[in-house]
C-alpha cells in the first residue's frame, strides 16, 4: 500500500518537471543559437539569458530561505540538501569538461532533455551522447565522495 | 528580457515546488543519473521529474508556445559535446540547474565555483570557435 503523501509528493515532481520545461521553453533556453550567443562575451555577445539564471536564483533562493522555518518538506520526510562542499580538482575538471561541450553546441542537460519531443534527429544524437557520457563516467570515475 | 525573466521565474518556482514539496535538489544531472538507478526507490521521483520535463514541449507547443531549435548540424560536434556534458556534469555534479540555479540560490560557494568555471569554460570555447573561424 502507498502511502497518499507518496502519490502526492509523485505529483509534485511531475508538476515540477512540466514547470521547469515551460520555464526553458519561454526563456529560450532551450534555443542552442541563443545560448551561444550569450556565451560570445567577445563576439556579438547577448546577455539577455542572464536574466533567466538571476530570475531563477532569486526565485529559488527564496523558497529555500522560507524552507528552514521548517523541519520536513510537505510531503515527505526530509530535506535532502547536498552533503558536497569541497572544491577540488574533481569538480573543477567536471565542470570545465561541461563548459566546452555546453560552448560547443549551446546544450545543457535540461534543454537537451525538454527539447527530446521535437524528435530532431540532431538533439535525439546529442542526448544519445549526453547518456552515453553520464554512464562513462559513472564506469570510469564513479560517484563522487 | 520580458520572456527571459518570466521563464526564469517559472524555473525558480518549479526547483521551490521541489524543495519544499518533497525536499529534492531539482538538478538535471542528478534526473539524469537517476534514470539508471531505477532499483532505488528513493529515487523515483526523478522519473516523475523527468516526465514532467518531457511534458513540456507537446504542451508547449498545443498552448500555442513557440521553440525554434537552431544549431550545428555537424555530427561530430554533437557527439563530443554531448560526451563532454555528460561525463563533465556527472564527475562535477551538476549542471546549470543544479550548480546555477539551486546551489546558487543556497548560496554554496562549491557550487559558485562550479558555475563560473563552466561559464568561463564555455565563454573561451565560443571565443576559440570564433578565432578558428566557420564552426558554427
Known amino acids: 500500500m502507498k502511502h497518499p503523501q507518496q502519490y502526492a509528493g509523485n505529483l509534485t515532481a511531475l508538476g515540477s518537471g512540466l514547470i521547469f520545461g515551460l520555464g526553458l521553453l519561454l526563456s529560450g533556453m532551450n534555443n542552442p543559437a541563443k545560448v551561444r550567443a550569450f556565451l560570445d562575451v567577445f563576439g556579438h555577445w547577448q546577455p539577455e539569458l542572464i536574466a533567466v539564471m538571476g530570475s531563477a536564483v532569486v526565485v529559488f533562493a527564496l523558497a529555500f530561505q522560507f524552507s528552514k522555518q521548517r523541519r520536513t518538506p510537505l510531503w515527505a520526510d526530509d530535506f535532502h540538501k547536498p552533503t558536497l562542499t569541497q572544491i577540488d580538482a574533481r569538480l573543477l575538471t567536471g565542470a570545465a569538461m561541461f563548459g566546452v561541450g555546453w560552448g560547443l553546441v549551446g546544450l545543457c542537460p535540461g534543454p537537451a532533455l525538454v527539447n527530446i519531443f521535437s524528435l530532431d534527429p540532431d538533439i535525439l544524437l546529442f542526448v544519445a551522447a549526453l547518456l552515453m557520457g553520464n554512464r562513462l563516467a559513472h564506469r570510469l570515475a564513479g560517484p563522487a565522495k | ?136
Open chain 2, 1 to 136: 528580457m520580458t520572456y527571459e525573466l518570466l521563464g526564469g521565474t517559472l524555473i525558480g518556482l518549479a526547483a521551490g515546488l521541489l524543495w519544499l514539496g518533497i525536499g529534492r535538489i531539482s538538478g538535471m544531472t542528478g534526473v539524469l543519473s537517476s534514470l539508471f538507478m531505477w532499483r532505488d526507490v528513493s529515487r523515483h521521483w526523478a522519473v516523475w521529474f523527468f516526465s514532467g520535463l518531457l511534458l513540456a514541449w507537446p504542451l508547449y507547443l498545443l498552448a500555442g508556445g513557440e521553440a525554434p531549435i537552431d544549431m550545428t548540424g555537424n555530427q561530430l560536434l554533437l557527439v563530443s559535446a554531448g560526451l563532454l556534458v555528460g561525463a563533465g556534469t556527472y564527475i562535477g555534479n551538476g549542471c546549470t540547474s543544479g550548480h546555477g540555479v539551486c546551489g546558487m540560490g543556497r548560496l554554496s560557494v562549491r557550487s559558485v565555483v562550479a558555475t563560473i568555471t563552466f561559464i568561463l569554460a564555455g565563454v573561451a570555447t565560443v571565443a576559440l570557435m570564433n578565432l578558428a573561424g566557420g564552426w558554427q
